[in-house]
Each structure stands twice: as structure tokens, then as C-alpha cells.
T-cell receptor, first 113, second 113 residues
Framework: KAGVTQTPRYLIKTRGQQVTLSCSPI?????VSWYQQTPGQGLQFLFE???????NKGNFPGRFSGRQFSNSRSEMNVSTLELGDSALYLC????????????FGQGTRLTVV | GENVEQHPSTLSVQEGDSAVIKCTYS??????FPWYKQELGKRPQLIID?????GEKKDQRIAVTLNKTAKHFSLHITETQPEDSAVYFC????????????FGQGTTLQVKP
């Protein structure tokens, strides 16, 4: 069974630009969650999608958005990039959430210059 | 709000010794507690998890204990090896219908040969 796949692995963007990251979950998994990982803040929850609906949202500004498609693949978008958005963005898939296991993708390393 | 506190932030042990990492959670509705190991430049990898209806779970050299009354859970690694060196994260997930994980700040474990 293929694992969680994130693309691209690395991105360099300029302040003010926007970026779209992609996450393909494990086959059969319907829940996709996104996390921002930085050295100072650790792993911070961004949002979760389940069956194409946003089920939960973290404390991030509206510049961060996402969506999920009917095949459970998810994208997150960051608009008007700021230097502080530089981070490793990880997605995790699980079959349903609750007490089911969550497996992470390798992440997208975003650098904003 | 939801919060997970993790201690210590760094831990150095000699090969063969035991290592213990402790976490405290705030949301009494939490019912799922996974532990992740993250090696440098790699994705967080699920190493063990425990559900709220269980007090202890063991998998070879790794064990996790849960005290729901005190809202504590701990990771125990016995007979540590240099390859155990990594950052370990605890997390908690609410029993509500969600995939959202709240993570501790991480523990950097160094196992000295």
C-alpha cells in the first residue's frame, strides 16, 4: 500500500506570492490533516478535511486555506506569503480520525525569501 | 484550550539505559494518544499509540502508559540504542469526530554509544 505523498518536496517563493501544496493520502483514508512545523513552534494544526468538508480548523490566518477532492487528495494554499510562513508543511492521513492511526507524508519545505 | 505539555525537551542517555518521556494533556475528552519519532530531515513516524480504554501498551523495547485521572501519559524506551536518537513527539486527539492532533513540543533524545 502506498504511503502518504506530498508534492512538491521543496519550494522557494517570494514574499507576497501564493503557493499550493498537495497531499495524496493512503488509499481508503478519508481524513487529511495539515500541520506546520517550525523549530520554535513545533507541530501546529492547520486544518482537517474529511469527505471533502473542512471538519476542523486551527488558529491560523485566513491566508491559509485548503480543500479536498472526491478522491481524498487535498491541497492547501497560502496567499500573500510572509517570511514567517517558511516552514515544513506536513499532511497526515487517517481512515476516519477519532482513535485511528495517522500517518504523515514527507512534507513540503517552503522557504519564503 | 487544548494543550499538551511534554518533558523533558532534551534527554541524553548512555546506550543500554532506559529513557522516559512524559506528557500531560488538558482536554479530558481526549481518547487517543500516539507517539511519533522524527529523525532529522524525515517525516514523523508513528511508533506506538494508546487508547483511553487501556492503561499500558508494550511493543518490544517501547511501552506507553496512560493515567486518565491525572491526564498523564508516558513513553518508556528500554535498552536504548544509538539508532533511537531522534526527536519524539507525543500527541492527543479528542474523542469528538476529528482527525486533529495536538502535539507536545518534542523531546530530543540522544543515545551515546
Amino acid at each position: 500500500k502506498a504511503g502518504v505523498t506530498q508534492t512538491p518536496r521543496y519550494l522557494i517563493k517570494t514574499r507576497g506570492q501564493q503557493v499550493t501544496l498537495s497531499c495524496s493520502p493512503i488509499s481508503g483514508h478519508r481524513s487529511v490533516s495539515w500541520y506546520q512545523q517550525t523549530p520554535g513552534q513545533g507541530l501546529q494544526f492547520l486544518f482537517e478535511y474529511f469527505s471533502e468538508t473542512q471538519r476542523n480548523k486551527g488558529n491560523f490566518p485566513g491566508r491559509f486555506s485548503g480543500r479536498q477532492f472526491s478522491n481524498s487528495r487535498s491541497e492547501m494554499n497560502v496567499s500573500t506569503l510572509e517570511l514567517g510562513d517558511s516552514a515544513l508543511y506536513l499532511c497526515a492521513s487517517s481512515s476516519a480520525g477519532g482513535d485511528t492511526e495517522a500517518f504523515f507524508g514527507q512534507g513540503t519545505r517552503l522557504t519564503v525569501v | 484550550g487544548e494543550n499538551v505539555e511534554q518533558h523533558p525537551s532534551t534527554l541524553s542517555v548512555q546506550e543500554g539505559d532506559s529513557a522516559v518521556i512524559k506528557c500531560t494533556y488538558s482536554d479530558s475528552a481526549s481518547n487517543y494518544f500516539p507517539w511519533y519519532k522524527q529523525e532529522l530531515g524525515k517525516r514523523p513516524q508513528l511508533i506506538i499509540d494508546i487508547r483511553s480504554n487501556v492503561g499500558e501498551k508494550k511493543d518490544q523495547r517501547i511501552a506507553v502508559t496512560l493515567n486518565k485521572t491525572a491526564k498523564h501519559f508516558s513513553l518508556h524506551i528500554t535498552e536504548t540504542q544509538p539508532e533511537d536518537s531522534a526527536v519524539y513527539f507525543c500527541a492527543a486527539r479528542s474523542s469528538s469526530n476529528t482527525g486533529k492532533l495536538i502535539f507536545g513540543q518534542g523531546t530530543t533524545l540522544q543515545v551515546k554509544p
